[in-house]
């Protein structure tokens, strides 16, 4: 059984990096550029601290009950078995799902050399409102994170693996989004930024390297989104796979093709391209925040009934819940003056993963299986 466990580190670390890059950089950058301005590296740095507190939760969680269902285990044992606990991982399910489709419609450094200091300049700041509108929408850029905790049975020393993988990747992601989103906006004014909303990045190459570096930086926005592709798949694969063996999801999820439970996968995949081709970019980016600041503070409240098992900090936990539901309450807050229609998709999904766990119990009297103890 342990040489099959086979994840180390810095390959749990690339799970964890490579699900948060290619949604910040290449996916929702022009968007939040587009609300903060020349400040979204700050909003970068916010969307990071209150990401580094649910990291500490998930590390203590996953320690306890390492399980390739990642939250879907920590939701079950911090709520038990019931519609909550169900809906909530359904919702997991859909935000990986809404991830991807972010991956799917998106297609630094030397630009530091290339700065152009007057646009960085604290003068054309947007208010702090703007600033706090960009951070509830970056939330989603970290997203990513949570995936390292759908590893944990394939580690080989996932007690001292996952903790350090969670943070790392964190902190890794939060100096490579300050770097780039630092050296898009000292490069591109707001207009240019806002007009190449979809691939900023890209942009930004041309006034020091051209059409030729942009199109180097097309390249790796393909490779970047590919990788976080994948690193979702893995985690939305496990967690329907979980789901549908833990019994909130019908059972043909759970079959195996070659030998393989994969039908999670494909069944994501589909729904994936189903969401990709319904929503454009900004309106799914601000559906995937809501929805992980959603989960994550679920999370964090099932782990305040468990921190004596855990070992953990109950003011830290306390702290991640309320960082979560304020940068949730912001991102409300802007919807409801910006896009009341994103709010309105958003209550369709959580009645559709609350009321498809209701119906499915109600109709087939399945409940979990027997938890085996640890």
Not at 28 to 55: E, M
Not at 261 to 270: K, N, V, Y
Not at 330 to 358: D, P, Q, R, W
């Amino acid at each position: 059984m342990s040489s099959k466990k086979s994840m180390g580190l810095w390959a749990a670390i690339s799970v964890g990096v490579g699900g948060m890059i290619g949604a910040g950089i290449f996916s929702i950058l022009g968007t939040a550029c587009q609300i903060a301005g020349n400040a979204v590296y700050i909003s970068f740095i916010l969307a990071g601290a209150v990401t580094l507190l649910s990291a500490y939760s998930y590390a203590k969680l996953g320690v306890k009950y390492p399980s390739m269902g990642g939250p879907v285990e920590f939701l079950v044992r911090g709520f038990g078995d019931g519609i909550f606990s169900g809906g909530i991982s359904i919702l997991l399910w859909i935000g990986y799902i809404i991830a991807l489709a972010l991956y799917a419609r998106a297609f630094a450094a030397l630009g530091f050399f290339f700065i152009k200091p007057q646009l960085l300049s604290t003068i054309y700041f947007p208010s702090l409102n703007n600033i706090f509108y960009a951070t509830a929408v970056l939330f989603l850029a970290y997203e990513g994170f949570g995936l390292i905790t759908n590893t944990a049975e394939d580690m080989k020393d996932p007690a001292n693996t996952l903790p350090k993988a969670l943070y790392l990747s964190v902190i890794i992601v939060i100096a490579i989004y300050i770097a780039v989103s630092t050296a898009v906006v000292g490069n591109l004014s707001l207009p240019e930024i806002i007009k190449a909303q979809d691939y900023a990045l890209a942009e930004a190459v041309k006034p020091f390297l051209g059409l030729i570096g942009f199109k180097i930086m097309a390249v790796a926005a393909l490779f970047s989104t590919s990788s976080a592709i994948n690193a979702t798949l893995y985690g939305g694969a496990n967690v329907s796979y979980m789901i549908a063996k833990e019994g909130e999801l019908p059972e043909f999820f759970e079959r195996k093709v070659w030998g393989k439970g994969i039908e999670g996968l494909f069944i994501t995949a589909g729904l994936v391209i189903l969401f990709a081709n319904l929503f454009d970019i900004s309106k799914i980016a601000m559906l995937g925040s809501a929805s992980f600041l959603l989960i994550y503070t679920a999370v964090n409240i099932g782990h305040l009934r468990l921190y004596k098992e855990t070992g953990a900090n109950p003011v830290l936990i306390w702290l991640s819940i309320l960082g979560s539901l304020s940068v949730f309450i912001v991102l409300i807050y802007y919807l409801l003056n910006h896009s009341t229609l994103t709010i309105v998709i958003l209550s369709i999904v959580l009645l559709l993963s609350f009321g498809a766990e209701l119906i499915y119990r109600r109709a087939t009297k399945r409940s979990l299986k027997k938890r085996r103890c640890e």
